[in-house]
């Protein structure tokens, strides 16, 4: 399968500080990537959607001037979170994909963010 | 609203063999995933089914009833190693995915 690689997998913040994660495709180009949130026991939840070269597409109660997603191309998408909140310590997880030639998203390793 | 519906958790023996049902209501249907996920780790992928049937792919199967909007992961000669969280997800009109909330699967030796 295709490669995403996301950096870093961990990083402990204090709070007010912003915090930027990386995304890339290695091996295709990805016209779509979604950040996902996972708080523990709990299931990924999509916050946002991001096609290249365009606005991302935030789901309902993600505030996007707090996590600014920006894809200028089509191998990286970058999530910043903005003056971090110890509530915002989740683990948060990008997929890649390319609608016209994969069936499934391929997701990164996910980054273990802490603020404290 | 969109549904996906699958148990909490399970457990089930080393060597034997474990089901892990789900259904769902979604807006659309573009095909119905299944990934494992280890505590602290992205998903991986296991499994695609758009059409009626089952597919097997070594010792994991999974089936899908479009009409009864229901599809099973079947696991077999369980391995201690297969303890994980296991995702249901289906593609909608959108193309989104929309996740399950996982099924926890304990194996006992």
């Known amino acids: 399968g295709a490669v995403v690689s996301q950096h870093p997998s961990w990083v402990i913040c204090k709070s007010g500080t912003s915090v930027k994660i990386e995304c890339r495709s290695l091996d295709f180009q990805a016209t779509t990537m979604f950040w996902y949130r996972q708080f523990p026991k709990q299931s990924l939840m999509l916050m946002a959607t991001s096609n290249e070269g365009s606005k991302a597409t935030y789901e309902q109660g993600v505030e996007k001037d707090k996590f600014l997603i920006n894809h200028a191309s089509l191998t990286l998408s970058t999530l910043t979170v903005t003056s971090a909140h110890p509530e915002d310590s989740s683990f948060y997880i990008c997929?890649?994909?390319?609608?016209?030639?994969?069936?499934?998203?391929?997701f990164g390793q996910g980054t273990r963010l802490t603020v404290v | 609203g969109q549904n996906i519906d699958q148990p909490t958790e399970m457990t089930a023996t080393e060597g034997a063999i474990v089901q892990i049902n789900c259904t769902y209501q979604?807006?659309?249907?573009?095909?119905l995933f299944w990934y494992q996920q280890h505590a602290g780790e992205a998903p991986t992928f296991l499994s695609y089914?758009?059409l009626d049937g089952l597919e097997e792919k070594g010792r994991f199967s999974s089936f899908l009833s479009r009409s009864k909007g229901y599809s099973y992961l079947l696991l077999k000669e369980l391995q201690m190693k297969d303890s994980a969280s296991y995702l249901c997800a289906v593609k909608d009109s959108n193309y989104q995915l929309i996740w399950g909330a996982g099924t926890k699967l304990i194996i006992k030796p």
């Open positions: 997929s890649a994909a390319n609608p016209g030639y994969n069936t499934e998203a391929f």
């Open positions: 089914n758009v």
């Open positions: 979604t807006s659309g249907f573009n095909g």
